[in-house]
């Protein structure tokens, strides 16, 4: 009984000083949010697109048409610019690369090469790990499917502006974002997005 005393306070003391340890270095260190390494990126990514995103087989129902382009983008802005800007690449969005992961261009093959089921998916439900949040109970199913389809015909990168809430003349506009004009997309065909 006395052999498992011993055993335990030295298992103990050994314990307070590797959190005392720690708890210094901590201190000393800091916490810092780093970039994931290119393994930790493409292993991530992988995860996400094969199991931890659902809803892969899931149909837009939204024609591809200008007057459903431009009803995402009004969703979009309304919902998505803090962290993705007006146009969907992060123009004009002082963080999207401080954080921890940085926040995608939706225009990236990363984001593209998911699904409309999968991407209706993010934005409902949010993505870990990551800073995207649910949208559930924000925005309708319609003005999901809307975003959708303003993320497969994004603009060009910089056409729309900075999001007025990061810029100096953030009244002049009263508040609104730009809305993408008949001569930034070209009308399209009325048929479904296919994947």
């Known amino acids: ?10 298992l103990g003391a050994t314990l307070s000083v590797i959190a005392l340890a720690s708890g210094l270095l901590l201190c000393m260190r800091g916490v810092q949010a780093r970039p994931s390494g290119k393994w930790e990126h493409r292993i991530v990514t992988r995860a996400k697109h094969s199991f931890l995103v659902r809803s892969k087989d899931l149909a837009n129902p939204l024609p591809r048409t200008h007057e459903n382009i431009v009803d995402g983008q009004r969703n979009f802005s309304h919902y998505c610019f803090v962290c993705h800007g007006l146009d969907g690449q992060n123009t004009g969005v002082p963080f999207a690369d401080a954080m921890s992961p940085s926040v995608p261009s939706l225009a ?88």
């Open 1 to 10: 009984m006395r052999v498992i005393n011993m055993l335990a306070a030295i």
């Open 108 to 195: 990236s093959s990363e984001v593209q090469t998911y699904t409309d089921g999968q991407l209706h998916w993010i934005i409902q439900n949010g993505l870990w790990p990551s800073g995207m949040p649910a949208s559930r109970e924000i925005l309708t199913d319609d003005e999901i499917w809307s975003i959708v389809t303003f993320l497969r015909n994004l603009p060009r990168a910089g056409s729309l502006g900075e999001p007025q809430a990061y810029t100096e003349e953030n009244s002049s506009a009263g508040g609104r974002p730009a809305i993408i004009s008949n001569a930034k997309i070209p009308r399209t065909p009325k048929t479904p997005i296919t994947q």
